[in-house]
């Protein structure tokens, strides 16, 4: 298996632009987490999904931030428009549910927002 | 709610052993994993250990789990300058409905050669 993929692997853009981070989970994960890290507040989960349905966006910062899941195998995290404190690396991760729930995480987008 | 504390920074000369501690205060806890992340990378699942269970061995790992003082630790022996990273802690709690997992801060290890 490949892994959880995650596109692109590096973004540098300018403050007011919109970014969309995408991930492919593991085939036959049914659930899907976004996490944030930074140096000052470490690892955030965002938002996760249990069979593309979203289960606890709690984390999402600010309505700026929305996350699809469209199929069991693509997820979209965007961000607009995008500001310097989103400079960030980005993951997503993929378990399956009711099997331990261990997450695999993907290598993650370093986010760069001028 | 869930709170899961490491201590921040760890150095130890290759060759001894390592101990990264990581304290928690969800007492449902059911499941507890330590994570490695190497530069640049994503989190690396490394090992996880159930709540019933004390100890669990795995080649130079040794997970450690305490549930009455929900103290959970990992050895590292025979430290390598490849072990250098961050190590997360981390628990999945019993609560209906959720599967997520609360992540300590990391505890970032340097291995001196």
């Known amino acids: 298996d490949a892994g959880v993929i995650q596109s692109p692997r590096h973004e540098v853009t300018e403050m007011g632009q919109e970014v969309t981070l995408r991930c492919k989970p593991i085939?036959?994960?049914?659930?899907l987490f976004w996490y944030r890290q930074t140096m000052m507040r470490g690892l955030e989960l965002l938002i996760y999904?249990?069979?593309?349905?979203?289960?606890?966006d709690s984390g999402m910062p600010e309505d700026r931030f929305s996350a699809k899941m469209p199929n069991a195998s693509f997820s979209t995290l965007k961000i607009q428009p995008s500001e310097p404190r989103d400079s960030a690396v980005y993951f997503c991760?993929?378990?399956?549910?009711?099997?331990?729930?261990?997450?695999?995480f993907g290598p993650g987008t370093r986010l760069l927002v001028l | 709610g869930e709170d899961v504390e490491q201590s921040l920074f760890l150095s130890v000369r290759e060759g001894d052993s390592s101990v990264i501690n990581c304290t928690y205060t969800?007492?449902?806890?059911?499941?507890l994993y330590w994570y490695k992340q190497e530069p640049g990378a994503g989190l690396q699942l490394l090992t996880y250990?159930?709540?019933?269970?004390d100890m669990k061995q795995d080649q130079r790992l040794t997970v450690l789990l305490n549930k009455k003082d929900k103290h959970l630790s990992l050895r590292i022996a025979d430290t390598q300058t490849g072990d250098s990273a961050i190590y997360f802690c981390?628990?999945?709690?019993?609560?209906?409905?959720?599967?997520?997992?609360?992540f300590g801060t990391g505890t970032r290890l340097t291995v001196i050669p």
């Open positions: 991760a993929s378990s399956l549910r009711g099997g331990g729930e261990t997450q695999y």
């Open positions: 085939s036959g994960h049914n659930s």
């Open positions: 999904f249990n069979n593309n349905v979203p289960i606890d």
């Open positions: 969800d007492s449902s806890s059911t499941y």
């Open positions: 250990i159930f709540s019933n269970m």
């Open positions: 981390a628990e999945k709690g019993f609560k209906t409905g959720a599967n997520n997992l609360f």
